[in-house]
């Protein structure tokens, strides 16, 4: 187990930045999860720290002790590649035993290890087996069992869930939680998907463009995201912004509508332009609230999701045009309901739990 | 038309046309082997014979009786033997640092030394050789053969590492093998169905060589194809000895090319799908 410092990391094809100064603080025994947008870098932050790209500039430490000119062999790391990157060449068990025979330690040794790793994920019937014998889920439990072997300080994972079908994802997701709350190694963890980093993650680092843009605990990001970017990617569905301006003790949207802010003005903003943020479940139906028209219901079962287009107080009717189209608000009530597409509802956000943002820089006011 | 029929005929067209493209290799083969069977007489007849009535199987045993054909067969076996070895040994690590450095330029070289025709650096070769006193020797077919060889194996080698996914091997890296191992562990077990290839096409190539052979060896060190060659006297031309003499020289070849059909497919494929 181990330590992780990332300092003002770089990386740059050329004269393309693709990394633009990252740094991160990962706590021995933390399950960290690099998330964002492709092309975001956090592929190429997980492969800076394995050794398998350069580092342009700044430090990669593992424990302290600093690893940019270490070969990926001696960095005493693990990782499971999105496509499992199983030898196809040999039996799962010797998949699992190859970093151990490159070790050239005892036999013995080597089988009680696999064997330990093999029942930890149930795959102790599969090991004579070869790779292509294997379902997918298989697979990724045998690239994981091949990190296991090992002991390592610090396990990488890149993506390794975006095979799999939906099922089995959400499956596998458990197994690996349940692995690191068993084997308690680090652990470094990039996905695009924001549900899988907040259901496994102790701390989220959400990157954007070769940046960070926030990092925290997940709910943490939930209820106090830094800015627009973080605000809209974590959280399904995304955040409703409406642009706006403050003025009174309020908010006004561009339609004209009076939002409550809860008393929480910020100082000197009478008139100033910003976006109002609020998630899709933090609506609730009220008498004076906004008025908006129906235009998809999407009952789940368990929650219903509501597509609605704002009348705007101004003008009193509802557009179609595209920029009304950008103006739809997502409503998720857990209730249900029999509101028709095409129906006039009046809802209002809970003013606790609603963000102000500047239009301009994106930050949180 | 009724569906049956219809299909019928689809299959019919189909046979004939697989027949004709097929044919003409299919007929020289024939006739060769039709040739070698027959007698002299039954050779020169018009119309042409195709089966004979009585098998002249003594041509068979007159080119082991009348040539030192074991010997030739043995020079050739050392020959081909030696220079798809040693291209083995060169081209298959050649082709893998091309592939993984993504040298193409390199790969454009090789590729220029194998379309130079053999004939334009044959004299010099045969002076450096007669300098070195090499000549009646195997070593100067060992070593031109190597013209030929050593491309194919790096060409066909190159093809099969590009399409070897990176990933196994920084799994590997990962899993603290040196460059060494990662080649000797990973990679040249996966790459097995190209190193096949390559040993085929190149022995093929290298067997049938005949430019090299009729320049460079003596009476001892004759390969199969010159041997059959020199077969043709002024004289008189023996059809039968000699369609009997150039199907032996084709046989271990062809023996060879059925046995590994399915690698070569695979090997001239290869990369023209991304494997899933």
């Known amino acids: 187990m181990a330590s992780v410092s990332i300092r003002n990391v770089r990386k740059s094809y050329g004269a393309v930045e693709i990394i633009k100064g990252v740094s991160i603080d990962i706590q021995d025994g933390e399950f960290v999860i690099l998330v964002g947008p492709s092309g975001c870098g956090k592929s190429t932050l997980l492969r800076m720290i394995a050794g398998l790209e350069e580092i342009s500039g700044g430090t990669v430490a593992i424990d302290d002790r600093v690893v940019n000119d270490v070969p990926p062999k001696d960095r005493d790391i693990a990782m499971v590649f999105q496509n499992y990157a199983l030898y196809p060449h040999m039996t799962i068990a010797d998949n699992m035993s190859f970093a151990l025979r490159l070790k050239n330690i005892a036999k013995s040794e080597i089988a009680a290890k696999v064997e330990r790793a093999a029942g930890i994920l149930g795959l102790g019937p599969l090991l004579g087996r070869f790779p292509r014998q294997l379902s997918g889920g298989q697979r990724q439990r045998v690239a994981m069992g091949r990190a296991i072997v090992r002991d390592p300080k610090v396990f990488l994972f890149d993506e390794p869930l975006s095979n799999l079908d939906a099922k089995l994802r959400v499956q596998m ?126 009952p789940t079962g368990s929650e219903t999701q509501m597509v609605l287009r704002p009348l705007g107080a101004k003008t009193g009717q509802a557009g179609a045009g595209r920029e009304d189209r950008k103006r739809e608000l997502t409503w998720v009530l857990r209730e249900r309901t029999d509101a028709k597409p095409g129906e006039v509802v009046r809802i209002a956000p809970d003013p606790a739990l609603a963000h102000l943002f500047n239009p301009d820089t994106g930050l949180r006011l | ?48 014979i195709l089966i004979p009535d009585r098998f002249a199987w003594k041509n068979y045993t007159t080119i082991f009786e009348g040539n030192s054909f074991l010997l030739y067969f043995w020079n050739s076996l050392i020959v081909t033997g030696a220079a798809t070895l040693f291209a083995l ?188």
């Open chain 1, 173 to 298: 997701r458990t197994e690996i939680k349940e692995m690191h709350q068993r084997l308690k190694t680090t652990t470094v963890y990039v996905t695009h998907d924001q549900i899988e980093a907040m259901t496994m993650a102790d701390k989220i680092v959400v990157m954007h463009d070769g940046i960070i843009e926030q990092i925290g605990a997940p709910l943490d990001l939930y209820d106090n995201p830094a800015n627009m970017f973080v605000a809209g990617f974590i959280g399904s569905p995304a955040m409703n912004f409406i642009p706006g301006s403050i003025g009174g003790d309020g908010f006004t949207t561009e339609g004209g509508d009076r939002l409550p802010l809860g008393g929480r003005v910020p100082a000197a903003s009478d008139g100033r332009p910003a976006v109002y943020g609020v998630r899709p479940e933090h609506f609730r139906l009220a008498d004076e609230g906004m008025a908006a028209e129906v235009v998809v219901v999407e």
């Open chain 2, 89 to 276: 040994v060169v081209g298959v690590p050649a082709g893998y640092g091309i592939a993984r450095m993504k040298a193409h330029k390199s790969a454009v070289v090789i590729m220029i030394a194998r379309m130079t025709p053999g004939l334009s650096f044959l004299i010099p070769l045969f002076l450096l050789f007669q300098w070195l006193g090499l000549l009646g020797t195997l070593w100067p077919q060992i070593i031109i053969h190597l013209v030929v060889t050593v491309p194919i194996v790096i060409w066909i080698m190159i093809g099969y590492f590009e399409t070897t996914p990176m990933e196994l091997e920084e799994a590997a890296m990962v899993d603290g093998a040196t460059r060494w191992q990662i080649f000797a562990k990973v990679a040249l077990p996966i790459a097995k169905p190209g190193i096949v290839v390559a040993f085929i096409l190149s022995v093929i190539f290298s067997w049938n060589n005949f430019v090299f052979g009729i320049v460079l060896a003596s009476r001892e060190t004759r390969t199969l194809p010159v041997a059959v060659y020199n077969m043709l006297s002024f004289e008189q031309v023996s059809w039968g000895p000699l369609a009997a003499a150039a199907l032996v020289v084709t046989l271990p070849v062809l023996i060879l090319t059925v046995a590994a059909q399915r690698q070569i497919v695979a090997g001239l494929t290869a990369g023209a799908v991304k494997g899933g």
């Open chain 2, 1 to 48: 038309m009724s569906r049956p029929l219809r299909k019928l005929l689809d299959k019919a067209g189909m046979a004939v046309c697989v027949l004709l493209l097929v044919s003409p290799a299919l007929l020289f083969f024939l006739w060769m082997l039709s040739l070698s069977l027959k007698f002299e007489i039954d050779n020169g007849a018009y119309p042409p």
